[in-house]
């Protein structure tokens, strides 16, 4: 089993909609969450963390922490096409002291116009 | 906040040539930071981590005597590809965090072509 998983996609959504985007991780102890932006050719960009159980709201964006299921979401309301990247979910385990993130591999997101 | 800068963005080389990356964090100080390596469509590949005053420590596969990581302030780390090779083009990425369970912040990366 993966320690961080996500469909890779790709996710296509029209304008204007709410993209969902999941992941899942495998070590229950884990304390910090985080969710990257990757455009084609560009590093990762962080766009939201959390680390309580609940939703958390930036602008358009909301994470969603579930600790008992071990699930980590993202929705992204109001969908543009400049949205469409790879996201990257990213989980801090604690046999790494906290130092150390672990990646998924990313799910590819398309907003149709 | 959190800036973190890379350069160059870019290289061009002749193969045999060693190639330097620097990597600062602008507006904080790092404890820990990362070298990544990305190749065309595949996912982020960690290739050391470092911390400052000590030796980075590599993943399994990458060869240290190949890949020299330098972090010698809490604001700068440096990875120095020897000897490069047309195989070790890439898209190269650091990244840096001020302590446990903070985010990573990512440079903008380098793109290393050997020909």
């Known amino acids: 089993q993966k320690e961080v998983e996500q469909n890779s996609g790709p996710l296509s959504v029209p304008e204007g909609a709410i993209a969902s985007l999941n992941c899942t991780y495998s070590?229950?102890?884990?304390?910090?969450f985080f969710w990257y932006r990757q455009y084609s050719g560009k590093s990762p960009e962080l766009i939201m963390f959390?680390?309580?159980?609940g939703d958390k709201e930036d602008g358009r964006f909301t994470a969603q922490l579930n600790k008992a299921s071990q699930y980590v979401s993202l929705l992204i309301r109001d969908s543009q096409p400049s949205d469409s990247a790879t996201y990257l979910c990213?989980?801090?385990?604690?046999?790494?002291?906290?130092?150390?993130?672990?990646f998924g591999a990313g799910t590819r997101l398309f907003v149709k116009a | 906040g959190a800036v973190v800068s890379q350069h160059p963005s870019w290289v061009i080389c002749k193969s045999g040539t060693s190639v330097k990356i620097e990597c600062r964090s602008l507006?904080?100080?790092?404890?820990?930071m990362f070298w990544y390596r990305q190749f065309p469509k595949q996912s982020l590949m960690l290739m050391a981590t470092s911390n400052e005053g000590s030796k980075a420590t590599y993943e399994q596969g990458v060869e240290k005597d190949k890949f020299l990581i330098n972090h010698a302030s809490l604001t700068l780390s440096t990875l120095t590809v020897t000897s490069a090779h047309p195989e070790d083009s890439s898209f190269y990425i650091c990244?840096?965090?001020?302590?446990?369970?903070?985010?990573?912040?990512f440079g903008d990366g380098t793109r290393l072509s050997i020909l």
């Open positions: 507006d904080f100080q790092a404890t820990t």
């Open positions: 070590d229950r102890g884990s304390q910090s």
């Open positions: 990244s840096a965090k001020q302590g446990s369970n903070q985010p990573q912040h």
């Open positions: 990213a989980v801090n385990p604690p046999y790494t002291g906290g130092f150390k993130t672990i």
């Open positions: 959390i680390y309580s159980n």
